[in-house]
């Protein structure tokens, strides 16, 4: 306005000005105070009596622009004089008076917020609250609830069934600004009951068709918050989902700012309840004159809604994006494109095709990014899709882009036996090593010490090379960290190295950037915010104690346990006494009860990405059999560790999961060995076996399995030249060292073996699954006999999943693979039940305390990478307890449930 | 809430700036500048972060608008205020351009002050505004005048002052809709849709209860219950409303209870609802597109027109837009109806026929000659795209009636003079037309581009 000139040093004059009956003047003065007052502190005290007078014009509209200058001058001396003139006009009888008061009240308590307390301004504007006029309200409840957020303990905004009922009134009333502020203020009340939120959502729903989009999201996010509440059974609740589906469509006719606004609220919405629009795809399909931002978000929630019903028209759309203009754009089509695959596993094979399509375009960064979906693509479907490798060889010169590359070296390690030049191709980008970005540098090493392991004649030379690159000539941690543990591995046991790099892969996860369940919960309370648009929470963003305050959805009154069990807690209960959700991480416990009974949902929220998870998961597997190897040494039958031994006293400290499970083992249960030992029996009788009786039993020791055999002669004969050999089974056990009695074994003399155990023999189902076939030679004869082991010794130490992953996975697995048992006669509590299971690797992820129940959730895994979820619940006082188990390989549940009932009963 | 406003030109240089909170500095004006506006790529969004500051910006024309703040404010709300802002200054001073403002500068300050508190949106409906925020200087107002200007401002009807007079009291009422299109190549529709609008220009007097009235299935459906015979009769008739949006005046609640739309319009034009339909859409036209390439710096393009409604009715005012590679050197068209010229700075033919009777075929062949290029830039292929009036909506809404009624002026229904410009059963004398909006895919259509495309491919290369 002053093209950038200083001129406070008018400031006298222009204060001279100030009583003027021009108001168009006076508007100016003001405008010039509001700008300099706060450079010429003491001159601003010359207007504090021309605005003491101004507040007492009778004109309402100078009385008004007078309250509500007054608070724009940021001066310590004027507030003081501000005072009394606000205090007369928050009771105006003009409304325009009390309406900017209000607002006054907000301003001064930004400058001096002890000073409006002590003044009593509080109680002023909460009664303003109940005032006449829809447009006092709004601003009141608009002041209050900035107000508030300073303060997040006060309980300045009381809000109470009657209050909100004014408020319900006065939305219908009051300006389209008025019901935003409304309606973000309703969205932080918690109703008393479901009957409540009910009724709330009724009369917020007419909101929905306002032509204005804020005041419809804010209703989206009341509406979303307190359908939270609602039980699914409700007539109402699925009114509810269907009204909100029309709203969410209208907002993307609007312009295009609020349209990428909308589509960012969208995505978190179809993330919570994919129900609302799962019939919609087609509107969010892109237009050629929509902004980049707009289609760039559109092409994220098409992926989230892609589902078998839909996928042909969604890969016609993506196949056709894929030759759009906009390089993002393009990219992340062609990436969506294998999400597609990934998730719908119908449309793998044509999306596969289409992919090649777009290879063969010779794109650049279309040829890159399609590299990198197909590695994703194999990871999920193994052994289908190969035979494209040799196409995907021929682009090998134009990859640039770091995770291309990486990805294609992934492909062509993974793949290194079924690719003649395989050591050639790796061999060309080794060249370069140094210059090659951390990723690629990893993938290089790891690409090469498979192709080593596959086809270690030819290869020798290639990875030393790699080593020696990574660990000597490198500066990166990391680098050389994996360059050491793989040397290590390759040096002492080749057979274990290979275990560990070639071990089969964990499922890679069907969805993608999906948000953690409770930041969306958050993000859900704010919808039609910044923090939605961002996908932050706003303490992320916002500075200092302002907008910090957590929220969090309301819990689910007439809930799903409460449908479960007839027993429940009254509807309605306050949050404050619902039961109490580990406070530590967040309520994705309480999720989980809510999801597990939830209607099947599409997606999954996970979880790390592939290549991530392949890292932790060949560290993870390193170091513990290097943990194993340390003690026995070089003599290579490393899987037998004395168990004691094995952990140096001085680590005491749990460091990481894995590491901490070692100690418990040891410092465990009273045993030596950390699972449960069932008493020797007998497996072959002497009769059967001309005098060699065979009784025996399995154990789970630090990692290792072993059999403990107790040979008895029984015959009148020397026995000597024992061997022993398994049939193929289920898990592949198999001995990993021959059986060693070292002496003859003379009439009627024992002696005990314990032969290791390894789980890389050769696969075959067996029926009942744990059914071992053994056939033992000795001098005399070949004896065969057959015995079940108990699952437990096949859980291994590392079985402990995150939290996050436990309750994505539990949402993946599909409900008809869940199996409940019940386990009589185990008088055990919740504590003595979970670091019973712990010693035989069963872990307790969570607990969660369930009107009087225990709820522990817990998992496992077994040597072939199975895992298993396991919800515990036990009832104090009652000796039963009720098991449900979750496995993407049901079959295994029986013997799971059986090892729990083993281990809990001993 | 907003912590500051800045009206930047072209340049980046700022013409307006106000800051409301004491948390925006003075380097906030600076930061949108240098990261937005001077930025060197294509803007990725509407909203920028930039060092815990988030800016929100519109552009209208070359003169961006930001709304700055440090909190987390309800993002949908100020853009809302941003498109409201635009709104009330082009009802002030007309078109926004950097001219404009600076004339107005005094004007938009006032304005600014009024419209926005503390970064709290106030009432901002132009007609309230322009009682006592006048571009000529300030009436003196006697107290009556301003007892009443601030109880119209906070009042529940802040959209309209009392006391407005007409000796003919005259009521306007437009359907516009436009319909978008996706075709397969065999000429089989793969998607449609109608958004609508219903405009509405009220000069009446007092403070007007009006209602208005439509085809809407579900209150047919309703009220039909009690005849059955005439749901036979109107059941053809209604039309399937997929979702509607309403001017801040439409009483929501009652329109959820009882879906009728009853309102006391602003004085002047607004909009007064709009909608969405995608059942039984009567699609006036059909275009079919023919696109050869001969070599590779020629094109040879043909577009059929079918007017596919009752040969009694007559379309109007027919635009078609037929976009041109970005490489076209020239242009030869030859069209048997109508004038076609190619407009090179549009890069379209632009094909205009000012009346077409119904099932009727018209076509319109050119030559499209193009220069050998190496140019990487993609072509962003665009529709053909098609402007007419017909005398019917295509969704097949009508109005079926407007009610007026003011209970103290107590003027009837019968007095209001009604402009209706879509059919219905009202009265006689009424000029029927409907402004429609047809965007038919020429390329980026799913499935439906064989022929077009080949038209992409010979440019690309």
């Known amino acids: 306005m002053t093209v950038g000139k200083d001129v406070s040093a008018l400031f006298p004059d222009v204060v001279n000005c100030m009583q003027t009956d021009n108001l168009e003047l006076k508007k100016l003065v003001y405008l010039y105070l509001m700008n300099y007052a706060k450079s010429q502190p003491d001159m601003a005290i010359m207007a504090v009596n021309t605005f003491v007078k101004d507040c007492e014009d009778p004109n309402p509209l100078i009385r008004a622009l007078a309250v509500r200058t007054m608070g724009c001058i940021r001066v310590d001396k004027i507030t003081e004089y501000l005072c009394e003139p606000l205090r007369k006009c928050l009771k105006d009888e003009d409304p325009y008076v009390r309406k900017t008061a209000a607002v006054c009240v907000a301003k001064l308590h930004d400058i001096n917020a002890q000073l409006v307390e002590d003044q009593g301004f509080l109680d002023t504007l909460k009664d303003l609250i109940s005032d006449s006029n829809p447009m006092v309200v709004a601003n009141a409840v608009a002041a209050l609830s900035e107000i508030a957020e300073s303060h997040p303990s006060s309980n300045l905004l009381d809000l109470n069934p009657q209050s909100i009922n004014k408020l319900l009134t006065a939305l219908n009333e009051c300006t389209e600004w008025g019901q935003i502020f409304i309606l973000d203020c309703l969205a932080n009340y918690t109703p ?41 059974d409700l007539d109402y609740y699925g009114t509810l989902l269907k009204k909100l589906a029309p709203p969410l469509v209208t907002l993307l006719s ?275 915010t910044l923090a939605s648009v961002y996908h932050k929470p706003p303490s992320a963003f916002v500075e200092g104690g302002r907008g910090v305050v957590h929220k969090s959805l309301p819990p689910r009154t007439a809930s799903s346990e409460s449908a479960e069990s007839p027993e429940t807690a009254p509807a309605g209960a306050p949050p404050g006494e619902q039961p109490d959700v580990i406070p ?66 001085s680590l005491g400290a749990p460091i990481s999961s894995g590491l901490s499970d070692l100690f418990d083992l040891t410092s465990g249960v009273g045993t030596l060995s950390g699972s449960y030992v069932a008493p020797k029996a007998v497996w072959l009788p002497a009769m059967k076996a001309k005098g060699l009786e065979i009784s025996g039993t399995f154990t789970r020791q630090v990692g290792s399995i072993s059999m403990d055999l107790q040979l008895t002669n029984k015959a009148l004969q020397v026995m000597t030249d024992f061997a022993i050999q398994f049939n193929r089974n289920s898990f592949g056990l198999a001995p990993a060292a021959p059986l060693q009695v070292h002496a003859p074994l003379s009439p009627n003399q024992t002696v005990e073996i314990s032969l290791p155990l390894s789980t890389v023999g050769s696969v075959m189902k067996m029926e009942p699954l744990n059914n071992l076939q053994v056939a033992v030679k000795n001098n005399i004869d070949v004896f065969y006999f057959s015995t079940l082991y108990p699952l437990h010794i096949l859980f291994v130490e590392d079985g402990k999943m995150d939290r996050q992953m436990f309750l994505a996975t539990w949402k993946d697995i599909p409900n008809e693979n869940e199996a409940q048992f019940q386990i009589r006669d185990c008088p055990l509590n919740a504590e003595a039940a979970s670091s019973k299971l712990q010693s035989s690797n069963i872990f307790t992820v969570a607990k969660r305390n369930v009107e009087g129940q225990d709820m522990l959730y817990q998992s496992l895994k077994l040597t072939n990478g199975i895992w298993v979820l396991a919800e515990l619940r036990i009832q104090p006082g009652n000796p039963s307890c009720t098991l449900s188990l979750k496995c993407r390989a049901p079959e295994v549940s029986q013997h799971v449930y059986q090892a729990y009932e083993t281990i809990l009963k001993n | 809430m907003i912590g500051g406003l800045f009206i930047y030109n072209h340049k980046g240089e700022v013409l307006i700036s106000r800051v409301y909170r004491d948390d925006i500095g003075r380097n906030a004006v600076d930061a949108f500048r240098v990261n937005v506006i001077h930025a060197r790529q294509q803007v990725r969004s509407p909203v920028t972060n930039i060092a815990r500051t988030s800016f929100f910006h519109v552009k209208r024309s070359n003169i961006w608008l930001a709304a700055v703040t440090k909190q987390n404010v309800n993002a949908a709300m100020v853009f809302e205020f941003l498109y409201k802002m635009c709104d009330v200054m082009a009802a002030y001073f007309g078109k926004i351009s950097e001219e404009n403002i600076k004339n107005n500068f005094v004007l938009i300050y006032e304005l600014l002050d009024e419209i926005l508190d503390f970064g709290y949106p106030q009432n901002s409906e132009t007609g309230a505004l322009k009682t006592f925020i006048t571009q000529q200087g300030i009436k003196s107002q006697t107290k009556e005048e301003q007892s009443q200007i601030t109880s119209q401002v906070t009042g529940q009807i802040g959209w309209r002052r009392e006391g407005i007079k007409y000796r003919r009291n005259e009521l306007f009422l437009d359907v516009l809709e436009s319909v978008n299109l996706l075709m397969s190549p065999q000429g089989q529709v793969l998607s449609a849709h109608v958004s609508g609008r219903v405009v509405m220009k009220s000069y009446l007097s007092g403070m007007p209860e009006c209602k208005f009235g439509m085809n809407d299935k579900i209150v047919i459906e309703k009220q039909g219950k009690g005849t059955a015979d005439e749901t036979s009769k109107s059941g ?226």
């Open chain 1, 254 to 528: 609007a312009e295009p700012e609020l349209q990428y606004v909308a589509l960012r609220n969208i995505n978190l919405i179809v993330q919570k309840r994919p129900e609302i629009l799962k019939h919609e795809m087609k509107v969010f399909f892109v237009k050629y004159n929509d902004p980049i931002y707009v289609k760039l978000e559109k092409l994220d929630i098409m992926i989230r809604l892609a589902s078998q019903a839909n996928i042909a028209q969604v890969l016609a759309e993506l196949k056709e994006y894929a030759t759009e203009v906009d390089v993002d754009f393009v990219r992340k089509a062609v990436r969506a494109i294998g999400r597609c695959a990934i998730k719908v596993e119908q449309s793998a094979e044509r999306c596969v095709s289409t992919l090649l399509d777009l290879i063969q375009t010779k794109v650049n960064y279309v040829v890159q990014e399609a590299i990198v979906v197909i590695k994703d693509i194999f990871r999920k479907y193994p052994n289908k899709y190969e035979s494209v490798i040799a196409t995907l060889c021929e682009n090998l010169d134009s990859l640039d882009e770091p995770e291309a590359r990486a990805a294609m070296i992934w492909i062509v390690g993974e793949y290194a036996e079924r690719i003649d030049n395989a050591d050639e191709l790796l061999e060309s980008f080794l060249e370069g090593f140094h210059d090659e970005s951390t990723q690629v540098q990893l993938q290089l090493l790891t690409g090469i010490v498979k192709l080593f392991l596959k086809k270690p004649t030819e290869t020798q030379e290639l990875v030393q090379q790699v080593l020696s690159l990574a660990t000597q000539d490198s500066d990166n941690p990391d680098l050389r960290d994996r360059g050491y543990i793989y040397w290590r591995l390759l040096s002492t046991d080749p057979v274990a190295a290979k275990e560990v790099v070639l071990a089969e892969k964990p499922l890679i996860s069907e969805e993608t950037d999906l948000i953690e369940p409770t930041l969306l919960d958050e993000l859900i309370c704010y919808i039609g």
């Open chain 2, 236 to 461: 053809k008739q209604s039309i399937a409303i997929d979702d509607c949006t309403f001017h801040q005046c439409v009483r929501l609640s009652k329109f959820d209870s009882e879906r009728s739309i009853s309102f006391i319009p602003p004085d002047g034009e607004f909009e007064l609802m709009r909608y969405r339909t995608t059942k039984d859409i009567i699609l006036p036209f059909r275009v079919i597109p023919l696109v050869r390439e001969v070599g590779r710096t020629k094109l040879e393009v043909k577009v059929v027109i079918k007017s596919n409604f009752k040969p009694s009715l007559l379309a109007q005012k027919i635009e078609v837009r037929i976009p041109t590679p970005l490489n076209t050197s020239g242009v030869q068209v030859i069209c048997m109806k109508g004038k076609a010229k190619y407009k090179a700075s549009e890069n379209a033919i632009v094909w205009k026929i000012k009346r077409m009777a119904g099932m009727k075929e018209s076509q319109i062949s050119a030559e499209i000659e193009l220069l050998p290029t190496n140019d990487k830039k993609k072509w962003a292929r665009p529709p053909i795209s098609m402007n007419f009036e017909v005398p019917f909506a295509p969704s097949g809404l009508k109005v079926r009636y407007l009610k007026v009624f003011e209970p103290k002026l107590n003027y009837s229904d019968h007095d209001v003079i009604k402009w209706v410009q879509v059919p219905l059963p009202l009265p006689p004398h009424i000029s029927v037309s409907s402004l429609l909006l047809c965007c038919l895919p020429f390329a980026p259509a799913p499935e439906s581009r064989s022929g077009p495309s080949t038209l992409q491919v010979g440019l690309v290369e």
């Open chain 1, 192 to 232: 008393k009951d479901d009957r409540e939120a009910q009724s709330i959502c009724e009369r917020v729903t007419p909101r929905l068709s306002h032509a204005n989009s804020a005041v419809v999201l804010s209703a989206v996010k009341v509406l979303m918050k307190f359908m939270e509440m609602l039980s699914k």
């Open chain 1, 584 to 649: 530590a991480q967040g309520d994705l416990l309480g999720d989980l009860l809510n999801l597990d009974l939830g209607p099947p949902v599409s997606g999954p929220p996970l979880t790390t990405s592939s290549v991530q998870m392949g890292a932790v998961d060949l560290l993870g597997g390193g170091l513990d059999s290097l943990m194993g190897d340390e003690p026995e040494g070089i003599g290579g039958t490393n899987f037998v560790a004395p168990p004691t031994a094995a952990v140096p006293a």
